[in-house]
């Protein structure tokens, strides 16, 4: 079974993220994740189904590997938010 992860990959300079791009593009993924440079925020994002963290976590380059976390993703169904609303007093 499939799950999607989310893993965020944040660095603090511009020549720090050069370099991470880089590394990203040489191992192949450099069209599965989204940058927030542009807009002064020096952090890569991918979205990819996996079936486990240790899955996405091999994706990287151990350069990258210990500054990343992987953050497992899931969606909600209307009933699930209405449930949850009933849950917590949200009317």
Sequence with gaps: MFFAYALPIAVKL????AKAIKAIA???????FYWGCNAGNHTGIMIADAESEEEIRNTLSPI?????????????????VKAMHQDHGIS
């Design 26 to 32: 040489i191992q192949g993924y450099i069209t599965h």
């Design 64 to 80: 990258h590997t210990d500054k990343a976390r992987v953050i497992k993703l899931n969606t909600f169904t209307a009933d699930e």
């Design 14 to 17: 511009d020549s720090t993220c």
